[in-house]
Each structure stands twice: as structure tokens, then as C-alpha cells.
């Protein structure tokens, strides 16, 4: 969609969501935004505003379906939405000990459940319109398994194919569906990273290639190409080769 007019963002508080909310800021733009610190979404609530957008925000868990279906239908019915965000997510730290059952839930729980819990509300509402967009966070981590990140891996593979499965369905409703698969980003995700991230991406530079690739309607935003193209390569090899090499990478804390 060119110019969207209306819309929700999760994960809006802080790093990527953030970064996005703040470049689709301007006059004549409704920003509906979630996330779950209050004082740090409240604060880029007010930074769009200051850039003439409307704001309402919403101090919400992703994993409480029930409670942000509800906002997000209360919202739609206002300002019917042109374009959701589905961008909230956590990663894990796994080194050493493996990924604790209860770590793997939270990551899948967030990752997964959070952006079903997101775009499972508007679909209908879209395609009952015959208009809309709908952007799902996924990660060049989504085209492997990477040891040290199984859990983030496998939910952003999730994410992934199931958007990509879900576009050709939803486009013969009118309703656009993209995948975003981001290298590194600078965030509060990546800050917990104590490992050289090659080619790390301010976020408002991000945000604005998620931009131009939602308004050209892009199946699948991956970026930075060398990364995604090296992503790809590693995923094609056999396990045999690359596995020791994938074993010595650097893991997160
Ligand atoms: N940074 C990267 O290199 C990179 C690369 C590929 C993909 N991604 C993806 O990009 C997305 C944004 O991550 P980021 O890098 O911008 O990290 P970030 O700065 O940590 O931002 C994560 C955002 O998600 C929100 N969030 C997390 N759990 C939530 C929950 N249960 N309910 C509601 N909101 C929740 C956070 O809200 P609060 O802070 O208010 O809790 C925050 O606004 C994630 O899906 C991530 O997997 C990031």
C-alpha cells in the first residue's frame, strides 16, 4: 500500500517498532501503537505526535489475545486499519546451558502466539473491506536453524512461511501480506549481543527499507542483501560442511 493512513504497530516501544512509528509520523496519519513499557511508548507516542501524526497507544502483553483483539477491534471500528505491524518479539540467551523449556515457551509464546494474537483480528475486518496490508516480523535468522537460537529460529521460520503462505490466499481478497526479514538491526536486542554483528543497520535506516518495501507491496523485505545472500548459501549447503562452521559461531549471552 503507497500511503497508508492508519496504522498499528506492536512493538512500538522501542528499537525497530519504534523506528517505523516514527517514520510513518506525519499530518493526516493514525498511529495506533502497542507495547508493554508505558513510559517508553509513551514517549514515542509523543515524539509522532510532535510530527503532526494522531496517536493512541496501547500498554499491551502480545500474548494476551483476548485483551488486544478487543483494542484492536475497538480501534479498527474507529479508524478502520490500512496497515498492521506485527512486530513485537523477544530472543533468548542460550549459551552454555541450552534453552530452558521455559525460555523456549516465553520465545515462542511472544514470537509466534504474539503475532497470531495481532493479525488474526484485522484479516476478517480487512477482507470484508477488500483492503488492507498486513507485515510480519521475521528475521534472516528464520532461513536456518543457528545453534545457540532454536527457539528464535524456529519462530521466525513460523512467522515467516506462514505469511508467505497466507499472501497469494489474502491477495484474491484485496489484503496485502509481506514478510520482513531483517539482518542486524541496532536495538535493545541486539545491545545484548557481546559478538561483531557484520553490516549492523542503524534502525530508522531499517524502518525506512520496510517502508519502500511495503509500499511496493514486497513478498518477502530481506535485508542487508550480502547477509541475506550468505544466509541463503549457508541454508543450501549440506549439513555435513557447514554444521562445524556454524558451531564455532558466536552465540549470545
Ligand atoms: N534487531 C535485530 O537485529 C533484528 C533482526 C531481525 C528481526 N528482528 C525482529 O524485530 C522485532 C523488533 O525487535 P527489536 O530488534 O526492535 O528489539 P527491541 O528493541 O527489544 O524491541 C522489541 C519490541 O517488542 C516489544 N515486546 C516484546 N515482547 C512483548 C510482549 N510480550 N508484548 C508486547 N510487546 C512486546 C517490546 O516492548 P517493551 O520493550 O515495551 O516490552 C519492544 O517494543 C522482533 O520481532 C525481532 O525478532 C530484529
Given at each position: 500500500?503507497?500511503?497508508p493512513?492508519?496504522?498499528?504497530?506492536?512493538?512500538?516501544?522501542?528499537?525497530?517498532?519504534?523506528?517505523?512509528?516514527?517514520?510513518?509520523?506525519?499530518?493526516?496519519?493514525?498511529?495506533?501503537?502497542?507495547?508493554?513499557?508505558?513510559?517508553?511508548?509513551?514517549?514515542?507516542?509523543?515524539?509522532?505526535?510532535?510530527?503532526?501524526?494522531?496517536?493512541?497507544?496501547?500498554?499491551?502483553?502480545?500474548?494476551?489475545?483476548?485483551?488486544?483483539?478487543?483494542?484492536?477491534?475497538?480501534?479498527?471500528?474507529?479508524?478502520?486499519?490500512?496497515?498492521v505491524?506485527?512486530?513485537?518479539?523477544?530472543?533468548?540467551?542460550?549459551?552454555?546451558?541450552?534453552?530452558s523449556?521455559?525460555?523456549?515457551?516465553?520465545?515462542i509464546?511472544?514470537?509466534?502466539?504474539g503475532?497470531?494474537?495481532?493479525?488474526?483480528?484485522?484479516?476478517?475486518?480487512?477482507?470484508?473491506?477488500?483492503?488492507?496490508?498486513?507485515?510480519?516480523?521475521?528475521?534472516?535468522?528464520?532461513?536456518?536453524?543457528?545453534?545457540?537460537?532454536?527457539?528464535?529460529?524456529?519462530s521466525?521460520?513460523?512467522?515467516?512461511?506462514?505469511?508467505?503462505?497466507?499472501?497469494?490466499?489474502?491477495?484474491?481478497?484485496?489484503?496485502?501480506?509481506?514478510?520482513?526479514?531483517?539482518?542486524?538491526?541496532?536495538?535493545?536486542?541486539?545491545?545484548?549481543?557481546?559478538?561483531?554483528?557484520?553490516?549492523?543497520?542503524?534502525?530508522?535506516?531499517?524502518?525506512?527499507?520496510?517502508?519502500?518495501?511495503?509500499a511496493?507491496?514486497?513478498?518477502?523485505?530481506?535485508?542487508?542483501?550480502?547477509?541475506?545472500?550468505?544466509?541463503r548459501?549457508?541454508?543450501a549447503?549440506?549439513?555435513?560442511?557447514?554444521?562445524?562452521?556454524?558451531?564455532?559461531?558466536?552465540?549470545?549471552?
Amino acid at each position: 500500500m503507497r500511503q497508508p493512513k492508519a496504522i498499528l504497530i506492536t512493538g512500538a516501544s522501542s528499537g525497530i517498532g519504534e523506528a517505523l512509528a516514527r517514520c510513518y509520523a506525519a499530518p493526516r496519519i493514525f498511529l495506533a501503537l502497542v507495547g508493554r513499557d508505558v513510559e517508553r511508548l509513551a514517549a514515542v507516542a509523543r515524539a509522532c505526535e510532535s510530527r503532526g501524526a494522531r496517536v493512541a497507544t496501547c500498554t499491551a502483553d502480545v500474548t494476551h489475545g483476548a485483551g488486544l483483539a478487543a483494542w484492536i477491534e475497538t480501534i479498527d471500528q474507529q479508524e478502520p486499519l490500512d496497515l498492521v505491524i506485527a512486530n513485537a518479539g523477544v530472543s533468548g540467551g542460550t549459551a552454555g546451558g541450552g534453552e530452558s523449556a521455559a525460555q523456549l515457551r516465553r520465545i515462542i509464546s511472544i514470537n509466534v502466539d504474539g503475532v497470531l494474537n495481532t493479525v488474526l483480528p484485522v484479516i476478517p475486518r480487512m477482507v470484508a473491506r477488500g483492503r488492507g496490508q498486513i507485515a510480519l516480523m521475521s528475521s534472516l535468522a528464520s532461513f536456518r536453524g543457528f545453534p545457540g537460537a532454536p527457539a528464535y529460529c524456529a519462530s521466525k521460520a513460523l512467522v515467516r512461511v506462514w505469511g508467505e503462505s497466507l499472501r497469494p490466499d489474502l491477495a484474491q481478497k484485496g489484503v496485502q501480506v509481506s514478510v520482513i526479514c531483517p539482518g542486524y538491526v541496532v536495538s535493545r536486542m541486539t545491545a545484548a549481543n557481546d559478538f561483531p554483528m557484520p553490516l549492523l543497520m542503524p534502525a530508522d535506516r531499517a524502518a525506512a527499507i520496510i517502508r519502500r518495501g511495503l509500499a511496493r507491496n514486497k513478498a518477502r523485505i530481506a535485508f542487508p542483501w550480502p547477509i541475506y545472500a550468505l544466509t541463503r548459501l549457508i541454508a543450501a549447503l549440506p549439513a555435513g560442511l557447514i554444521e562445524p562452521l556454524l558451531a564455532r559461531l558466536p552465540r549470545k549471552r
